[in-house]
């Protein structure tokens, strides 16, 4: 028996690949650590004009030497690792030196703008150019 899915139908051409990327990310689930995303607007002059968007990871206690973050095939992803840098006597422990890899799909032609950690949280921002609009008129060739 066939598996159905959303994009086998036959109107739908190309889109395997975002098939795979959909059940890839389902996989990829974990909570930890908790993340924002949030339109802004950004612009190089000061104006503030271009729409973007803002991924926020709450990452406290971690340095930027502990998080590296990478892009490869329009996947964005965030790996945070952090070691006890000294040996300490803890009477208790609740907050855990603990290690996270987060991931992010996002659509071609974004592009990442940059990435700032402050007070505890990380902010990737990243743009979408408006692409352009174009009418291609195919020819159709006669054979007899």
Known sequence: MNRMTPFSSPLLLGFDGVERMLERMGKASDGYPPFNIERI??????????????????????????????????????RGSQSDREERDFLHRGIAARQFQKSFLFADGMRILGAQLKNGLLMIDLVKPEPERVVKKIEITVED
């Open 41 to 78: 607007r950004v612009g190089g002059d000061g104006s503030g004009v271009e729409p973007a968007i803002r991924i926020t990871l709450a990452v406290a206690g971690f340095q930027p030497d502990d998080l590296e973050i990478t892009t490869e095939d329009n996947q964005l992803t965030i």
